[in-house]
């Protein structure tokens, strides 16, 4: 099982990114798929969720309104689009697959916003 994620980078306060994890090794559409990020010295929270069927999704307080979390079934991929970005949201972020009994986790992206 693989979990790929890219898109990270540096950007500047108010601007925007697009993370995508591309997922291989697992029946995407048994999973729900989810976003997590871990600043320095924090712990690792949950940012977003996206249900098996892709109907429901979940986010944090902090980015809600701001962040769009999709998954394409066909590609088997998810993405996470950041709108507005603050400081405040540099960490790394982790995609995550979950479903009853398995779990996997991807490597992490870097995300900094700074002016």
């Known amino acids: 099982v693989q979990l790929v994620e890219s898109g990270g980078g540096l950007v500047q306060p108010g601007g925007s990114l697009r993370l995508s994890c591309a997922v291989s090794?697992?029946?995407?559409?048994?999973?729900?798929m989810s976003w997590y990020r871990q600043a320095p010295g924090k712990e690792r929270e949950l940012v977003a969720t996206?249900?098996?069927?892709?109907?429901?999704?979940d986010y944090a307080d902090s980015v809600k309104g701001r962040f769009t979390i999709s998954r394409d079934d066909g590609e088997s991929t998810v993405n996470l689009q950041m709108d507005s970005l603050k400081p405040q949201d540099t960490a790394v972020y982790y995609c995550?697959?979950?479903?009853?009994?398995?779990?996997?986790w991807g490597q992490g992206t870097q995300v900094t916003v700074s002016p």
């Open positions: 995550h697959a979950r479903r009853w009994g398995a779990e996997y």
């Open positions: 996206i249900d098996d069927f892709g109907f429901r999704t």
């Open positions: 090794g697992l029946t995407f559409t048994d999973y729900y």
